[in-house]
C-alpha cells in the first residue's frame, strides 16, 4: 500500500477518542511487517521497535480524532477526512518514517490513544513499556514547522443549580443567566486575551434545560481554558477559588530550547529536502506537554494546517505527509550518527 493509499485506509477508519481498537489493529498489522517486535499495551497503544541499543529515538503520534466522522474524499493531492490534518496525516508520515529509516541504534513507534482526551494513552507510556527515549518526535499538524513550545490547558466546568419553576413566574432565578454571568467572572479573573502570552477561556460544552416551559433546574457548561508560558495549573486553581468552577484536568505548559539535538536534526532533514525551516510555539496543548517528563531533546513536527484541525473541513496535501516523512526519517538517521559519535568522543577522551 502506498502513502497515499494508507492515509486514505486511515481515514476510512473512524476512531474517536477511546475508539481507536479497530484503526489499532489495521496499524499493528503494517507496524509489525517492518519491526522487530510489536505489540498492542494495556492502554490500547500501538507499540512497535527497530533495532537495538543507544540512542532511543521515539516516533509519537496519536490514533484518536475529535468526535464526528466527515466523508473520505480523494481529491488528487489533497485527502479529506475527519483526522486528515489531526492527526491521521503526521501519523501516516511518523509510521512512513518508522518503515523506511535505518536507525543506527534503537528505533521506536508510538501510537498512542485518547490524547484529544485524556491522554490515557501517553500516561500508560510515563508509567513504562517500550525502552526509554534518549530523543521523542511528537507528530501534530505544525505545517512543518519545528514546534519547541506548547501552551497548557485544563478543561473547567461550570454548574449552577436552582430550583427550578414555571415559565411565566420564574421566582427562584434563572441559573443560565447565572452560568453566564460566572463564565463571564472566569474570562475576567484570568484577563482572557488572544496572545499567546494570554489565558484564554473557550467554551465548548452547554447544557441546559429539559423543556421550553419549564425554568431550567440546572446548567452546566465545559470551558476549554489554556495556560500561557509563566503560569502553571496550581496558579489556575488558586485564580478560580470562590467561583463556581471545577478544574477536572490541567497540565502544564512546556517549553524546550530550540536548538536541542532533536530540533536540530529535524532543521537539517528539512533542509536536505528543499523545505525551510521554521520554528513555533504552538497556541494549543499536546502529548508534548507530558512527554517532556522523559526528555528535553524533543519537538513536535508534521504536516498539515493546524487552524484546519478539529473543523469540517479537515484536509492535508499528500507531498507534504512526504516531506514530513522524507525529514524524519533523515532526523533519526543523524540523530542516530551524531549521538555515537559524541559517545566516542567521549569515551576517547576519557581514555586518554
Not at 517500550?130 to 505545517?143: A, K, L, N, Q, S
Request: hydrophobic share 40%; aromatic share 6%.
Amino acid at each position: 500500500m502506498d502513502l497515499k493509499g494508507l492515509l486514505l485506509r486511515a481515514l476510512s477508519i473512524y476512531s474517536p477518542s477511546h475508539g481507536e481498537g479497530e484503526l489499532a489493529k489495521f496499524l499493528l498489522g503494517i507496524a509489525r511487517d517492518h519491526a522487530d517486535d510489536a505489540w498492542i499495551d494495556s492502554a490500547g497503544n500501538v507499540i512497535a521497535v527497530r533495532g537495538r541499543g543507544q540512542p532511543v529515538i521515539w516516533l509519537h503520534a496519536h490514533m484518536d480524532t475529535v468526535a464526528g466522522p466527515l466523508e473520505v474524499r480523494d481529491e488528487g493531492d489533497v485527502v479529506r477526512g475527519r483526522g486528515a490534518v489531526d492527526d491521521k496525516g503526521p501519523l501516516v508520515a511518523y509510521l512512513e518514517a518508522f518503515r523506511t529509516a535505518n536507525p543506527s541504534g534503537t528505533l521506536v513507534l508510538t501510537l498512542v490513544t485518547a490524547e484529544e482526551d485524556d491522554s490515557v494513552g501517553t500516561e500508560e507510556l510515563l508509567r513504562g513499556g517500550p525502552p526509554r527515549p534518549d530523543y521523542i518526535y511528537v507528530g501534530e499538524p505544525t505545517d512543518l514547522h519545528v514546534a519547541y513550545a506548547y501552551r497548557g490547558g485544563g478543561k473547567v466546568e461550570l454548574r449552577i443549580n436552582t430550583r427550578g419553576g414555571h415559565a411565566s413566574s420564574p421566582i427562584y432565578g434563572n441559573p443560565f443567566e447565572e452560568l453566564y454571568n460566572a463564565y463571564l467572572k472566569v474570562k475576567e479573573t484570568l484577563r482572557h486575551g488572544e496572545r499567546y502570552n494570554d489565558f484564554t477561556v473557550t467554551p465548548t460544552v452547554v447544557r441546559c434545560g429539559d423543556a421550553p416551559n419549564k425554568v431550567p433546574v440546572e446548567c452546566a457548561a465545559v470551558l476549554d481554558v489554556r495556560i500561557p508560558p509563566g503560569h502553571t495549573c496550581e496558579e489556575l486553581l488558586k485564580m478560580l477559588e470562590g467561583l463556581p468552577a471545577v478544574v477536572r484536568t490541567c497540565v502544564d505548559p512546556a517549553e524546550v530550547s530550540p536548538t536541542n539535538p532533536a530540533a536540530r536534526a529535524l532543521v537539517r532533514g528539512l533542509l536536505k529536502i528543499g523545505v525551510e525551516p521554521k520554528l513555533s510555539k504552538k497556541y494549543g496543548t499536546a502529548d508534548f506537554n507530558l512527554l517532556i517528563k522523559l526528555t528535553k531533546n524533543i519537538a513536535a513536527f508534521g504536516p498539515g494546517d493546524p487552524k484546519l484541525a478539529h473543523t469540517e473541513d479537515e484536509a492535508i496535501r499528500v507531498p507534504d505527509v512526504e516531506r514530513a516523512a522524507a525529514a524524519l526519517k533523515f532526523a533519526v538517521e543523524d540523530l542516530g550518527r551524531s549521538h555515537n559519535k559524541g559517545q566516542q568522543a567521549v569515551s576517547t577522551h576519557g581514555a586518554a
